[in-house]
């Protein structure tokens, strides 16, 4: 069975820090396009950041300079550096993985991706 599980969200103080990680099973993702995803309550899930298998990335303007996307297909592990987090950062944050073969253009719409995690919960308080 394929999964993805999401870990490292917590509460933190607003201009504080944390690192997500999203670790794959069942099959490798090293070639495989993958993103992160936020959903806040009331709100859409919305796009954060996406990496290609060769390290090439994008990120949503409103995390632009602050959160970092990275990947180890190693260890089948993709990570989130968020920092400078602000109070709008609160959200479930989901990893998600696009089905082969890569696309040239980084998918940025949920439902562009085929595999998700279940969810970690980030929490920034002021």
């Known amino acids: 069975q394929v999964q993805l599980v999401e870990s490292g969200g917590g509460l933190v103080q607003a201009g504080g820090s944390l690192r997500l990680s999203c670790t794959a099973s069942?099959?490798?993702?090293?070639?495989?396009?993958m993103g992160w995803f936020r959903q806040a309550p009331g709100n859409e899930r919305e796009f954060v950041a996406a990496i290609k298998w060769s390290g090439s990335s994008t990120s949503a303007d409103s995390v632009k300079g602050r959160f970092t996307i990275s990947r180890d297909n190693v260890k089948n592990t993709m990570y989130l550096q968020m920092n400078s987090l602000k109070p709008e950062d609160t959200a479930v944050y989901y990893c998600?993985?696009?089905?082969?073969?890569?696309?040239?253009?980084?998918?940025?719409?949920?439902?562009?991706?085929?595999?998700w995690g279940q969810g970690t919960q980030v929490t920034v308080s002021s």
């Open positions: 998600a993985a696009d089905k082969l073969p890569p696309r040239v253009k980084i998918p940025t719409q949920p439902g562009e991706y085929a595999y």
């Open positions: 069942g099959r490798t993702f090293s070639r495989n396009t």
